[in-house]
């Protein structure tokens, strides 16, 4: 079975400061692994995915998540947050042994403060 | 790319009555997936199509809800004798098969049953 847990389910940064958000997840098998953005009234949105290639993976907005397997993590990090960033992030697993699905987190609702 | 299109964006219904929802993948993709996410959770897997095929439906997915994707292109999703816990927002993703396939999300049908 795939799992994931996303620690925290409201982050609040102060414009310019560091984002991190948490994730763990749970597979027996190699993992394909991804972090969404969902802005207010908007359909889920690709930031990054994991593919077996390079543990620190680049995305969209200054987003990068690093997969560490001895910790299980894909934590998401972004250097300086921006109003704009102001959105609900999830992390998703995918595993060929669990099918075609994607599992989800809960979610992790981030607010910036000017 | 004119990205994945639900219709519609809203629908209120009584209790008892059936709905239909439909959505309109992006025209090269093969697989069509449904999720449906309730507030301040992350989406849940309902089913998925490859071509005209559903090849999985999750045990969410009780008997009084049903999917088609007749030739392979859109898709609709019918829910009969509606009940309040089935208030949530249903939303569709296509990708083309791959190991590592990138999921498009429409923007979703939100489904208020009174």
């Known amino acids: 079975a795939q799992s994931v847990t996303q620690l925290g389910s409201h982050v609040s940064v102060s414009e310019g400061a560091l984002v991190l958000l948490r994730c763990n997840y749970s597979?027996?098998?190699?993992?394909?692994l991804f972090w969404y953005v969902q802005y207010p009234n908007q359909g889920l949105q690709l930031l990054l995915k994991?593919?077996?290639?390079?543990?620190l993976v680049k995305g969209i907005n200054g987003f990068e998540a690093e997969f560490k397997k001895s910790e299980t993590s894909f934590h998401l990090t972004k250097p300086s947050a921006h109003m704009s960033d102001a959105a609900e992030y999830f992390c998703a697993v995918r595993t060929k042994a669990a099918g075609n699905k994607l599992t989800f987190g809960g979610g992790t609702r981030v607010l910036v403060k000017p | 790319d004119t990205g994945v299109s639900q219709d519609p964006r809203h629908k209120i219904t009584k209790r008892g009555q059936n709905v239909t929802f439909r959505c309109d993948p992006i025209?090269?993709?093969?697989?069509l997936y449904w999720y449906r996410q309730t507030l301040g959770q992350g989406p849940e897997f309902l089913t998925y199509f490859q071509n005209e095929a559903q090849l999985e439906k999750s045990r969410l997915l009780s008997d009084r809800f049903s999917a088609e994707r007749p030739k392979g292109s859109f898709s609709t999703l019918e829910i009969q004798r509606t009940e309040q816990g089935d208030s949530a927002m249903y939303l569709c993703a296509s990708s083309l098969e791959g190991g590592s396939e990138k999921l498009f999300f429409g923007s979703g049908t939100q489904l208020s049953v009174l």
């Open positions: 994991y593919t077996s290639a390079a543990t």
């Open positions: 025209s090269e993709h093969n697989r």
């Open positions: 597979s027996s098998v190699p993992p394909y």
